[in-house]
Nanobody, 123 residues
């Protein structure tokens, strides 16, 4: 399974970006999908995730109301719409997938990871 993330870039504070992540090589098996980020010198942190069914969606508290994760179509392609961006959102954003969880579950750990895309927000 390979995950390809795209859509990163540089914006000023208050701006918007949309990240996209597409999974391939998974025979179209449904997966729970998530977004994580890692800023320089910091540990990777959870940002958002959606269950296989998309009935369960969770966000990091600091991005609630600003970020939206959504699945595009029936395949394992997810986007992360990021609005009202802040300098503290600057990080490399990684998408992740997990295939073994229940339909309404968010896994504790993800099995597959994308290479990451840089998001830079200037003040």
């Amino acid at each position: 399974v390979q995950l390809q993330a795209s859509g990163g870039g540089s914006v000023q504070a208050g701006g918007s970006l949309r990240l996209s992540c597409a999974a391939s090589g998974d025979s179209y098996e449904r997966a729970a999908m998530g977004w994580f980020r890692q800023a320089p010198g910091q540990e990777r942190e959870f940002v958002a995730a959606t269950s296989k069914s998309d009935r369960k969606i969770y966000y990091k508290d600091s991005v609630k109301g600003r970020f939206t994760i959504s699945r595009e179509g029936a395949k394992n392609t997810v986007s992360l719409q990021m609005n009202s961006l802040k300098p503290e959102d600057t990080a490399v954003y990684h998408c992740a997938a997990h295939y073994g969880t229940g339909w309404d579950s968010i896994p504790r750990e993800f099995d597959y990871w994308g290479q990451g895309t840089q998001v830079t927000v200037s003040s």
